[in-house]
DNA sequence: TTAGGTGCAAACGTTTTGCAACTTG
DNA sequence: CAAGTTGCAAAACGTTTGCACCTAA
C-alpha cells in the first residue's frame, strides 16, 4: 500500500530533536535505541514487541524505558496508540501527512491500513449536522480476509 | 434520537431466556436484578455505574455477578462493550435492528449516538476492495459539541 | 555540576478467577 | 441432590511511578 522509502525518517529525527531541545530534554542511548527502531518498523507494536526487539540489540533496557520512550513519542506527535480490543496498546509511527484506518481480519488479526476520503467527508457531514465540529475519528473494519475465507 | 418505547426488551428477555436453557444457565434473583436495570438503561454504563444502581435495590450484589452477568449479555448478543480511551469497559444493550455509531466531545465527554448508511455502504466497498468481507465496524467521531464550542 | 534518564521493583486500577457457601431446577 | 451461581478476596494483567544510581550537556 506504502512504500517504506516514501518515509521520512530524517524528519522524524528532526522533529524529535526539535521538541527535546525545547523541553531540555536529552538524547541518550537507550532513547536513541528505542526510536530508530520504532521508526524503522512497520507493523502495530505493543511496548513488549518493541521491548523485545530492542534486547536484541541492548538487553539490559528495561519496560520502563520503551515506555517512556513511547509516550515521548506520542507527546510530540510522532507516535500513535491503538487499541485493537485485546487489551494492550499498540503503536505505529506517525508519520507526516499521512493518516489511515484500518481493517482487521477476525481469523488471523492480521492488520490492514486503508484511507477513504469520501468515509472522511461523510464523516464531517454526520458531525455538523449533530452541531459537531470534527477534531479527529477512529475507524476500525473487522472481516476475514481472502485467506482466511479460503481456508475455511 | 431514538424513543425508549420502540425498544422491545420483551424481546430481549426471550433472547436470553433462550440462550440460558440452550446452555443450562439458570436464572436467578441476582441475574435478573442486573439485567433488567441493564435493560431499562439508555446510557453506556461502566460495570461500577450499573454495580451502583444495582445495588440501590439490592446491596449485598458483588461486583463479580455484574462483570459476570454483563459478560454473558455480551456472549448472547444482548449487550456490546465500548472502550471510549478511558481505560474502562462500557456496556450498551444491543437492541435487535439498531446499530449506530459513536460522535464524542472532546470537551464535556457527551456522547452523541447516530447512524449512517451512507458510510456503512462506502466501509463495505473498502472492505471488499482489500478482500476482506465485513463483519462488524467501530467509528468512533471526536469533536467538539455545539455547547462547549460556545463556552469558549 | 546538575537536571534529566535509567532500571528495578513496587504501586496502580481494572478485570478475572479460585473457592467455600448457597440456590436453582 | 447435582450442577450452576454468588460474594469475597486474592490473582492477574497491563500500565505507571518512586527511588537510588547513572549520564548528557
Not at 514487541?49 to 530492542?54: G, K, S, Y
Request: with cysteine; charged share 35%.
Amino acid at each position: 500500500m506504502r512504500a517504506t522509502a516514501e518515509h521520512d525518517v530524517e524528519q522524524l529525527r528532526a522533529r524529535l530533536n526539535d521538541y527535546m531541545a525545547k523541553h531540555g530534554l536529552r538524547s541518550t542511548e537507550q532513547r536513541r535505541l528505542v526510536t530508530e527502531i520504532f521508526f524503522a518498523t512497520e507493523e502495530h507494536l505493543s511496548i513488549e514487541d518493541l521491548l523485545d526487539r530492542v534486547r536484541i540489540e541492548e538487553p539490559k533496557i528495561g519496560y520502563a524505558t520503551v515506555y517512556r520512550t513511547l509516550k515521548l513519542l506520542k507527546d510530540c506527535g510522532l507516535a500513535f496508540e491503538r487499541h485493537f480490543g485485546d487489551g494492550v496498546s499498540r503503536y505505529e509511527v506517525a508519520w507526516a501527512n499521512e493518516h489511515h484506518d484500518h481493517l482487521i481480519c477476525v481469523e488471523c488479526e492480521k492488520i490492514v491500513e486503508f484511507e477513504d476520503g469520501d468515509i472522511e467527508e461523510l464523516q464531517h457531514g454526520v458531525a455538523a449536522r449533530l452541531g459537531f465540529t470534527l477534531v479527529r475519528h477512529k475507524l476500525e473494519l473487522y472481516g476475514m480476509c481472502a485467506d482466511c475465507r479460503a481456508k475455511q
